[in-house]
Structures are given as structure tokens and as C-alpha cells.
């Protein structure tokens, strides 16, 4: 059904922004910001809404995501939590814009 082959996209989508050719721009999204290796004791502070690929991966897997649109909700969550919690000057914040950019590449179709 139509839904189906949306989700499906969904899922498609989440593998290429996983794939090892963005190794060096993916890193910080693979998982949950673990804000005590990082030393960021101030993350869950200034972040409510902490989300990542795995978190999305998981969440499309069980079917939480009723809509394409609930699913790119939580994709732009993950970014724009890089780009209120790092500053531009950071590398990590330029890597959120980059992988962001191969997103919007990949869904605009
Ligand atoms: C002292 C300091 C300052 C900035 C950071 N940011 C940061 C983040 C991060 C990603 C998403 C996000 O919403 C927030 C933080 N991920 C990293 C990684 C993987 C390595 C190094 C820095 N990283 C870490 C420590």
C-alpha cells in the first residue's frame, strides 16, 4: 500500500545517512549523545528532546512513525538539537549541516 512504500523510503533514507562513506559526518548521530563521555554535564539541560539515528531507526522498526512527515520530524529534531547546543564555531555543528544537506538531497527525490 502506498503507506508501506513510504515508510519504506523512511527506512531507505535512514540507511544512507548510517553509511560508512559519511563516517566522518555521521559519528555524532549514530547514537544518543552520551553527555558523560563527552563532558557536556549542561546537555540535557538545554536539550529536551535528545534523538538520534538509532533512536529513529528503532522507532521506525516498531512502528511508532504513522506518517513520513512524524518521521522527518524527528530528523530535523536530531539536527536542530546539534545546532542549538554547538555553536557554529564547532566542527560537530558544520558536520550537523553536512549530513543534513545529504537528507535533504536524498528526500526532496
Ligand atoms: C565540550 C564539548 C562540546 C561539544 C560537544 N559536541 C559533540 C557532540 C554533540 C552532538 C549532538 C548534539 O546535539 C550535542 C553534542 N557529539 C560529539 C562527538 C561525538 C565528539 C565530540 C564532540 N561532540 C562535545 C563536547
Redesign the pocket.
Known amino acids: 500500500r502506498k503507506n508501506d512504500i513510504q515508510m519504506k523510503f523512511c527506512m531507505q533514507t535512514l540507511r544512507e545517512l548510517k553509511k560508512s562513506k559519511y563516517k566522518d559526518i555521521n559519528?555524532?548521530?549514530l547514537q544518543p549523545?552520551d553527555?558523560v563521555a563527552?563532558?557536556?554535564p549542561d546537555?540535557p539541560k538545554i536539550?529536551k528532546h535528545?534523538m538520534d539515528l538509532s533512536t529513529i531507526e528503532k522507532k521506525l522498526n516498531e512502528g511508532d512513525y504513522t506518517t513520513p512527515e512524524e518521521f522527518e520530524a524527528d530528523i530535523r529534531l536530531?539536527f536542530n538539537?546539534?545546532y542549538?547546543?554547538?555553536p557554529p564555531a564547532?566542527?560537530?555543528h558544520n558536520m550537523?549541516k553536512q549530513l543534513e544537506k545529504v537528507f535533504d538531497e536524498k528526500w526532496k527525490d
Open positions: 559519528f555524532p548521530f549523545v553527555y563527552l563532558n557536556i546537555y536539550i535528545p536530531m538539537n546539534c542549538t547546543y554547538n564547532l566542527p560537530v550537523g
